[in-house]
């Protein structure tokens, strides 16, 4: 066993962030990490957080804290960042408001890069999942900041969304627009204290009622404490109530999470081959020529590659 | 040649609007379009209009066209739809909108549904450009609802991307967290009659002021006029001297679309493959029994499948 699965089985924070630093970036050692810890793992529940900047989110995830811990969880929370593809930078400010509101020593919190690559957020996120779960941690709660496809990922690995509107102008829309309505388990209208909450409280209704799903939609304020409980009770009671549709649910996301390791594992091969293959540079001459076209070259390149 | 291709090269609106529709959809059609009309394209200017909703961006595009018309320029008006990967309708409220401010009969209008995939939208939007193309259009316009990774896809197809802001509160900050500062290659602070506008600026030219790059900021006012047609030269001598520097771009954009194509037809051969290998659901069972962790499951599958 490593030393630093050891520390992560002993719950040792240190061990925890390097651990989750190391399938964050995806380092070699991930997999014998995960190799290691995979059979401890599976007695957590897990949420996420979404919302559109300015929700609230991270206040009212500190308010619910207390009240989860009544309830005698231990709580992770991992705070998915926006990353730039581009520069691959991590915009912290968010983490830093939130490890004011959060100042709790028996709560683990670690922010983790969400790397470019779609598809690269669910595999760091299943892989802090599964670390935060094997050192004991039983409800982690994975926070984002709304950037469309993001939320998406992440509604694809956890047991519960939790999609946070506030009542001023135009979330609304904007939520409709990045496809918020669609991704959630929970609604939650926060800063009820504020003029509009009813309206949009009874506009998401709408929007939702026309859905299969029957999602649960409710309001809160962080700042006069007003339904803050009663949101913690419902999320603990659908977490626990999932029963049999909570295991198809685990199911498919081992199917998906295997295709997609496998189709990167094949794509990493392949484009080595594309590389290598001085018939590549050939096509994308002909193809700056206009001597073939986009479809042409590519059925036959990879028909070359597969033969 | 196909009818709908002679359509398409004499300029007809409805040949054009149906063949945008077939690339859109990745209709079988598609391949034997774009076979036929490839060597006829390589002459139009392509430029992305981006930036959150509510910042101006139709407005804006309505007060440039006749400007560029000015100039000689034959337009036509992608508008790719953020679409919900889960429903896969397009929302449409903002073309409608754009519809009722560009009322001319010269520019040629086409709303695009963004497929959920990544990868999707930049497929669909260069044939539906290659189409335009070789219909004559020589400078073709798409513009977007601010999404994130939806901008970047975009922002790899065309030639010039636009990044439009406006001076209210939280458009900066969203803006960045969004990855917008990485990839204008022009800022414009629209609404520039409104308070707070030259602070907007001036971030602006701080944040981009530590890339590499030097994209060029501006300001401008739909309301009032001011600034607009320095924005349509601005952009009509940035389209025009590129250079040599725009024939290195078109290489790479041929490059990364053969690269992909040939991923996507190997990922369907073996998505194939998955499916009818009974030791897919045989790894899936050993996993959900954590009998086997997921790095291990998808090697031995990938080394089976690839064998």
Same mark, same amino acid.
């Given at each position: ?5 050891? !520390?992560?089985?002993?719950? +040792? ?5 390097? $651990? ?31 919302? @559109?900047?300015?929700?609230g #989110? ?13 309830l005698?969880? *231990? ?12 520069? !691959?930078?991590?915009?912290? !400010? ?9 100042d ?9 890069? @969400?790397?470019?690559?779609?598809g ?29 496809? &993001?939320?998406? +990922? ?5 047991? &519960?969304?939790?999609?946070?509107? /506030? ?13 918020? /309505? +669609?991704? !959630? ?44 409980? +009663? ?11 999932a029963?049999?549709?909570? *295991? ?8 998906e ?11 990493? #091969?392949?484009?080595?081959?594309? #590389? ?21 070259? $590519? ?5 070359? &590659? &597969?033969?």
């Amino acid at each position: 066993m490593l030393p630093i699965v050891k !520390g992560v089985l002993e719950g +040792e924070r240190r061990s925890l962030a390097r $651990a989750i630093s190391i399938v964050d970036n995806d380092e070699s050692e991930s997999q014998i990490i995960i190799h290691q810890i995979f059979h401890k793992t599976g007695s957590a529940k897990t949420i996420g957080f979404t919302g @559109s900047a300015g929700s609230g #989110k991270s206040s009212l995830i500190g308010k619910l804290i207390p009240v989860f811990q009544t309830l005698g969880y *231990k709580i992770a929370i991992l705070a998915v960042d926006p990353t730039s593809p581009i520069t !691959g930078g991590a915009i912290l !400010g968010d983490r830093v408001r939130m490890q004011t509101i959060i100042d709790d020593d028996t709560v683990f919190m670690r922010s983790m890069a @969400s790397r470019g690559a779609i598809g690269g957020v669910s595999k760091s996120l299943r892989n802090a999942i599964r670390i935060l779960d094997a050192a004991g941690y039983d409800l982690i709660i994975a926070e984002s900041v709304g950037a469309g496809q &993001l939320e998406i +990922e992440i509604s694809r690995v956890v047991d &519960l969304t939790v999609v946070v509107f /506030t009542p001023y102008t135009g979330d609304n829309i904007q939520a409709i627009k990045a496809g918020l /309505t +669609e991704i !959630g388990d929970l609604y939650v209208i926060n800063k009820a204290d504020l003029a509009g909450a009813t309206t949009l409280f009874n506009s998401i209704l709408d929007l939702i009622g026309n859905t299969e799903r029957k999602p649960v939609v409710l309001k809160a304020s962080t700042k006069t404490g007003s339904g803050i409980k +009663e949101l913690a009770l419902s999320i603990d009671k659908l977490i626990n109530s999932a029963g049999s549709s909570y *295991k198809e649910k685990e199911k498919r996301m081992l199917e998906e999470e295997l295709k997609d390791m496998v189709l990167n594992i094949v794509e990493l #091969k392949l484009l080595d081959m594309l #590389k290598n293959n001085s018939k590549y540079s050939d096509y994308i001459d002909r193809l700056v020529n206009k001597k073939i076209d986009p479809y042409r070259a $590519a059925e036959e390149l990879s028909a070359i &590659l &597969l033969r």
